[in-house]
């Protein structure tokens, strides 16, 4: 909200100072000047807000596979941005239930995923609860954005390097315990290309929760896959479904498996029911 509140007050003021001072009013055609010149100032205050993010993303030195505490002001900025974006490219996002997400504390968040915009959906719904991701490795080689997943604490997973996922899982749980960030996991392990309603879950998905001891809460989505396919001709619509939250002593006596599979039934059962909304 920050950067669209500062994109309009740079804009109203740069085209404000540009029509007084700029312009000499003889005549009453003179005053359609001021229509492109507010269109050149917010398309110019727009773009700032870009190269701000650029500006605070690209210095950002990626040491290690881990930050050893995720940043609170990245998490902001990116949230903002995210805002920003969403903002920018014009979709809207329909949430229910999330009046079931625990009001304080850590939790590990399971989503089911279809698109590159899920882990980024999830932080504009729930803003300020500073969630980092278990994501894949590519991410990390993508310009200034890697300064930011890095500083958000994502977690770096290479699904070849079995002892990298090891660290991988013991430095979520230590996010965990050391109240630093809430943990989202798509325990679908990649995207879901397929009309299947879901990929069959990773059988460890729930592993971290069990470690960190912390509710697990339970989200579908549907319609982010169609943000990059609409724009900029077509507004997308997203529906953002907070299934059940579970708490700890609620499910410390299953096993791993058994988890991951009563997750797995309740995700598919609303990824099948959300197919009907539009």
């Known amino acids: 909200m920050f950067l669209i509140c500062l994109a309009w ?21 003179d005053y359609l000047w001021i229509l492109p010149i507010a269109l050149g100032c917010t398309i110019a205050s727009h773009l700032f807000n870009f190269v701000l993010f650029a500006i605070f993303g690209a210095p950002v030195r990626v040491k290690g596979d881990f930050i050893d505490k995720p940043s609170k002001f990245y ?3 990116t949230e903002e941005c995210l805002t920003f974006l969403k903002y920018f490219i014009g979709f809207s996002i329909k949430t229910e239930g999330l009046e079931k997400v625990p009001s304080n504390g850590r939790f590990v968040l399971l989503v089911n995923h279809k698109s590159n915009f899920d882990g980024l959906i999830c932080s504009i719904v729930l803003r300020n609860r500073q969630i980092s991701f278990i994501s894949k490795k590519e991410i990390f080689d993508i310009p200034i954005v890697k300064g930011y997943v890095y500083k958000m604490g994502y977690l770096k997973l290479d699904r070849d390097d079995v002892r990298q996922n090891v660290k991988v899982i013991r430095k979520a749980q230590e996010y965990l315990v050391k109240d630093y960030a809430c943990i989202g996991v798509c325990p679908e392990g990649t995207r879901n290309k397929t009309d299947e309603p879901l990929l069959p879950f990773k059988p460890g998905a729930t592993k971290v929760a069990f470690l960190g001891k912390v509710p697990v809460v339970i989200v579908t989505m549907k319609g982010a896959e169609t943000i990059g396919k609409n724009f900029p001709f077509k507004k997308s619509k997203v529906f953002f479904r907070v299934v059940e939250t579970i708490n700890y002593e609620d499910y410390k006596d ?6 991951t599979q009563y997750a797995e039934e309740k995700m598919r059962e609303n990824v099948i029911d959300m197919r009907k909304l539009k």
């Open 9 to 29: 007050f740079n804009s109203i003021l740069s085209t404000t100072l540009i029509s007084v001072f700029a312009l000499t009013y003889s005549s009453w055609w």
């Open 75 to 77: 998490h902001w900025a």
């Open 254 to 259: 299953m096993t791993t498996v058994e988890l």
